[in-house]
């Protein structure tokens, strides 16, 4: 062991001891305890201090325990060796049952591992690699946080603010690699990447150190996870103020390595690193924690009188609480069986092979373990091993000194409050959850995370003109040398790089193509993504399964699919019959069945009635049927009820005659435009001719789609209309397969005569290609759908593509104007149930009144016909009011009024009944018996 060997030489070396103050009085028995610290460093420092003071108080308070600790303290001085060889000194001259310390993670490893061998308990309150796991190391003890446990808090921080990308800048030691790992997988559990990582040795001289931030500068990301000792990071961040990357735009996160120290950090430092954010244990405050603040500065001042007064850190409070913990755990395990045994001895092995083996240890960790107190630090519990904490204060630092942001806990997230508890639905957190940030530079906006630095080259834009130049043209200035592009495709981008929430400087470059602009060249021109010689290119790109494998693409900005372009032809055929159309078959059949039966019905009505002009031969009464139907036949109906079922049938015929008059003007004036094929199965049973875009991909759709080869005809754009307006039979084509966006560029030129049928392909539509994994992809495409949702889009469109609007045979066609039975329903139902309910009275009344007259004249004989007749047409008027309203009994008196002497029919014109009825009497006969004539005119 390489090691061993050389911790044989430093042995011999003369050792720094340092024993704190101890009285072994009253009788009790000594604990040796060995401490290894760096004793130069700051951390050295404070826990020195903080372990004597640590020592007095215990004991005063504690005054009858059996056992006394003696501590034992070694400089390790940064050596890890040394502090290997302090610790095998301390085992086996001091025989001390516990080491508090080492320092340094690297120090522990060697250390643990001696504490395995010998029993005898490691308990360190600074070494925070999660490299160092106490499974394999069961005699180690971790009395604070291992490195990884803030990385939750970290990663928190970077989604809380909506970066996707970190840079982690770390130092080349044990420490600074041990938590990196970790990192880059909790970061990646929330959708953050880290493209780049950092290593600084520690041996790095500035220039070095300045080079590397300028190295970090170029490149697009600009956040930054520092996780570094706290000299190193001092020298870092003042090399990045210097630099300029302390400006806005930024954002820095400390791990708790420097956080930590914060206080104590030279204030020409800690204004360097104004703006930047960072991960501190919580301690929380108490009275007895700043009683012990001013007693530990007095001490420490006393202590270290040369030096600069350092502030008491979390390392501080920790290191007190481990004296605590092994101070009670040995007075609990006492000395009775503190026997060290040493392995059979062979003389010639070194020393490490014969370390002694505490008998006391087994029983000695088990209490550290099992201990558990309120300590200066808040609750002290190392059961897992480790220090059961899992809060953590969030700071940033402003100017000179620094303020609370927030806090992280693992039960609540992120918060502004502690103990504030929050569904647990809401752990992602958002910037609101934290106080508002001072960000570098003064700022007070979230940095972006993912800016193109200033520096950094303008993104390089390939452009080429499109066939269709309404889509893209591009010319090049020759005076300039500037490249100018034009199009929908332009415009859209820059509208979306209007939208991105950063600055993003890019140039055209143009890339020529061969002449034709086929689909082909579009795949050569974007492959030179592909070959990084633009960022991205724009165009009327069509997103391709088979371009992925080159490129990302964004979300497009068109409309998407493949349709069909046909003519459309007037669907109406002018012919004979079109006075037929306005009505469906259904309607026309409705309208003659209930015209027959409101004929029927009133001339049942008047037949029963006793109206003279419906006695007579069948033909004869067919005509006036159709009479009553058709006209008002006031002279010809003169039953109340009669009228009433013709009213509703003249209303029925009125709104049918004017919506047949409507219907029929539309089909006589209005073109009602129908494409002439309506489904692309359609063209491919009868064999007709299709174009396609010379060059396009649609060809092998359709060849796909089962067409005939010789079927299918390449076309440019301008002759697009010449082939159609052929048509198939001439040469032409019967329709026109292409992509969408295109079809609306053809129709708004063509807006007469053609329509776009379909889609009856899916396809996803234009987009721009950006090489694979471009942070930019989101945020343009983003970008995209913010401008395409809005209303520059159809500013944009207007421009180039013409408005959609003023072209009507675009999209679905007006459904037919001809009236069916369903549109009339009601007015059916209305006519139908009054034709009906008038029968049925009339039915009832005739019934009835033919009963009562039977009996009457069978009784009452000798009585005046006369007599009889005004009896029953008071009745009979009483009957008639109950059944219809007021104004129907107005207007019958008045048209009784009108017809003059032969309708009259009041009661008191009872005098004129003979004339009338010898006017009447000869023609009216009633099947039963005799009646007059102004019973008839009554009803
Ligand atoms: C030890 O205790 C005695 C009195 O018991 C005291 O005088 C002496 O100063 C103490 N020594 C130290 C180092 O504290
Ligand atoms: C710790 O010591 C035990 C025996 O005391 C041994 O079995 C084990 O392998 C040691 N572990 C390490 C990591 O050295
Ligand atoms: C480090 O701490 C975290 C959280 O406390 C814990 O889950 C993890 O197991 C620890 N890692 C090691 C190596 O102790
Ligand atoms: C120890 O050293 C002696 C000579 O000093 C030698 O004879 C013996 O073999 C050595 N023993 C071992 C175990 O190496
Ligand atoms: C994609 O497929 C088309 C045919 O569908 C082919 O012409 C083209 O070369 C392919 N492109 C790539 C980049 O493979
Ligand atoms: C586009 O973004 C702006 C600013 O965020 C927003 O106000 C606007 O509503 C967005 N438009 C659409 C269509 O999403």
Redesign the pocket.
């Known amino acids: 062991m390489e090691i061993a060997s050389r911790v044989i030489l430093l042995l011999l070396l003369p050792l720094f001891n340092f024993v704190v103050a101890q009285n072994a009085s009253r009788g009790a028995q000594e604990f040796h305890v060995g401490g290894i610290l760096d004793l130069e460093t700051m951390v050295g420092k404070i826990a020195r201090t903080s372990i004597s003071l640590a020592m007095e108080d215990f004991y005063a308070v504690h005054q009858n325990y059996s056992t006394k600790l003696v501590l034992h303290i070694r400089d390790s001085m940064r050596d890890d060796v040394r502090a290997a060889s302090q610790a095998i000194n301390l085992l086996e001259d001091y025989n001390v049952e516990a080491i508090v310390g080492p320092q340094k993670s690297s120090q522990a490893v060697f250390i643990s591992k001696l504490g395995n061998k010998s029993h005898v308990p490691v308990i360190s309150f600074t070494a925070t690699s999660p490299s160092l796991s106490s499974k394999s190391h069961p005699y180690f003890v971790r009395a604070t946080l291992n490195d990884s446990a803030q990385l939750n808090c970290i990663a928190s921080i970077v989604k809380t603010y909506g970066w996707r990308k970190v840079v982690t800048i770390y130092e080349d030691t044990e420490y600074g690699r041990g938590i990196i790992p970790y990192l880059v997988d909790v970061l990646e559990d929330i959708d953050a990447h880290v493209p780049y990582q950092s290593v600084i040795p520690p041996s790095a001289t500035s220039e070095q150190i300045t080079l590397e931030l300028y190295k970090l500068m170029t490149m697009q990301t600009t956040v930054f996870v520092v996780h570094m000792s706290f000299t190193m990071a001092s020298r870092v961040f003042i090399k990045a103020k210097e630099v300029g990357m302390m400006n806005k735009g930024y954002a820095w996160i400390m791990t708790d390595g420097v956080t930590n120290l914060i206080d104590s950090l030279n204030p020409s430092v800690l204004k360097s690193l104004s703006g930047i954010l960072g991960v501190k244990f919580y301690v929380p405050k108490s009275t007895k924690l700043d009683d012990f603040t001013t007693r530990w500065n007095k001490r420490f001042q006393a202590d270290n009188p040369t030096d600069l007064p350092l502030k008491l850190s979390t390392f501080g409070l920790w290191s007190y609480d481990t004296i605590r913990l092994v101070a009670e755990a040995a007075e609990k395990v006492g000395l009775t069986n503190a026997t060290f045994t040493k392995p059979g001895v062979t003389r010639n092995s070194t020393s490490l092979e014969t370390l002694k083996t505490s008998g006391n240890g087994p029983k000695l960790l088990q209490e550290i373990l099992q201990n558990q107190f309120e300590g200066l630090s808040g609750n002290f519990d190392v059961s897992d091993r480790q220090l059961q904490i899992s809060t953590f204060q969030i700071i940033n630092v402003v100017g000179k000194g620094w303020r609370e942001i927030g806090f992280w806990t693992a039960q609540n997230g992120i918060s502004r409050q502690l103990n504030k508890s929050r569904p647990a639905t809401a752990l992602s957190g958002s910037a609101r959850d934290l106080y508002p940030v001072i960000w570098p530079g003064e700022s007070k906006e979230v940095p972006r995370g993912s800016q193109i630095p200033v520096r950094g080259k303008k993104l390089q834009v390939g452009v080429c003109t499109s066939g269709y130049p309404e889509f893209m043209k591009v010319e090049k200035d020759y005076i300039t040398g500037a490249t100018k592009a034009s199009g929908f495709s332009v415009d859209v981008f820059e509208e979306a790089v209007k939208?991105l929430p950063y600055a993003l400087p890019y140039e055209y470059v143009i890339f020529s193509t061969t002449d034709d602009r086929s689909s082909e060249d579009y795949n050569d021109f974007v492959y030179q993504v592909y070959l990084k010689i633009y960022d991205i290119v724009i165009g009327d790109i069509t997103i391709r399964y088979n371009r992925t494998f080159y490129v990302d693409f964004t979300l497009p900005y068109t409309e998407s699919g493949i349709a069909m372009i046909v003519p459309v032809r007037d669907s109406i055929n002018r012919n004979t019959w079109i006075f037929l159309k306005p009505l469906a078959p259904g309607m026309w059949f409705g309208s003659v069945v209930f015209f027959i039966y409101t004929g029927v019905v009133v001339l049942i009505l008047e037949f029963l009635g006793n109206n003279k002009n419906v006695r007579g031969p069948i033909p004869s009464q067919l005509g006036i049927m159709i009479f009553f139907s058709i006209f008002e036949g006031k002279e010809l109906v003169q039953r109340f009820l009669s009228r009433i079922v013709l009213i509703v049938w003249l209303v029925f015929l009125m709104v049918l005659t004017s919506s047949y008059t409507a219907s029929l003007t539309s089909m006589l004036t209005v073109q009602q435009l129908q494409p002439t094929v309506t489904d692309v199965h359609e063209l491919l049973q009868s064999g007709e001719c299709v174009g396609y875009q010379r060059g396009s991909y649609v060809k092998g759709l359709l060849e796909e789609l089962g067409f005939d080869r010789l079927k299918i005809k390449p076309y440019d754009p301008d002759d697009f209309h010449e082939a159609l307006s052929r048509g198939s039979n001439n040469g032409g084509i019967a329709a026109l397969v292409h992509e969408v966006p295109y079809i609306k560029l053809f129709l708004s030129n063509h807006c007469k005569g053609y329509t776009m049928v379909g889609p009856i392909y899916k396809a996803a539509g234009f987009g721009y290609a950006l090489s694979k994994g471009n942070p930019l992809l989101r945020d343009i495409s983003n970008a995209i759908?913010?401008v395409t949702?809005?209303d520059t889009m159809i500013q944009i469109e207007k421009k180039w593509i013409g408005d959609q609007n003023n072209c009507q045979n675009v999209g679905p066609l007006t459904g037919s104007s001809t009236l069916t039975f369903a549109n009339f329903r009601g007015l059916f139902i209305l006519t139908g149930v009054a034709s009906t309910s008038s029968l049925l009275i009339a039915l009832i009344i005739y019934f009835y009144k033919k009963k009562h007259k039977t009996t009457k004249i069978m009784l009452d004989n000798t009585n005046l016909p006369e007599e009889n007749g005004i009896n029953e047409e008071n009745s009979e008027l009483q009957e008639g009011n109950q059944d219809s309203t007021g104004v129907e009994q107005n207007t019958q008196r008045a048209g009784q009024e009108e017809n003059g002497l032969e309708q009259q029919t009041s009661l008191e014109m009872a005098a004129e009944t003979s004339i009338v009825m010898s006017r009447n009497g000869s023609t009216v006969i009633s099947r039963g018996k005799r009646t007059t004539g102004l019973q008839v005119e009554l009803m």
Do not use: V
């Open positions: 939208k759908l913010n949702g809005g």
